[in-house]
């Protein structure tokens, strides 16, 4: 199984980014999507989730969005109104089952892709 992240880059404050995040690989089913992201001497934190429930993090709630496509194995990150303090590498996550034998669900990360907020 394969996390793709694509869509990170350098913007200014005040400005917006798009993340996308392919799965692919032996999938049966995903239960859970979503992002992390880790700033410089800090941990690795979620920034939002969506499985059963949509989750985010209090500190993008109102500016980030999360969505997924179930069809595509995709899920976006929609973020607007970026700071400073977002710059971080931001992670794709998923909670999957690669077959329909397999009894529990793994979790799959991405390479990370870097969000640089900055005038």
């Known amino acids: 199984v394969q996390l793709v992240e694509s869509g990170g880059g350098l913007v200014q404050p005040g400005g917006s980014l798009r993340l996308s995040c392919a799965a692919s690989g032996s999938i049966f089913s995903i239960s859970v999507m979503g992002w992390y992201r880790q700033a410089p001497g800090e941990q690795r934190e979620l920034v939002a989730s969506s499985g059963g429930s949509i989750n985010y993090a209090d500190s993008v709630k109102g500016r980030f969005t999360i969505s997924r496509d179930n069809a595509r194995n995709t899920v976006y990150l929609q973020m607007n109104s970026l700071k400073p303090e977002d710059t971080a590498v931001y992670y794709c996550?998923?909670?999957?089952?690669?077959?329909?034998?397999?009894?529990?669900?793994?979790?799959?990360w991405g390479q990370g892709t870097q969000v640089t907020v900055s005038s």
């Open positions: 996550t998923a909670v999957l089952r690669s077959s329909s034998s397999q009894t529990y669900q793994y979790r799959y």
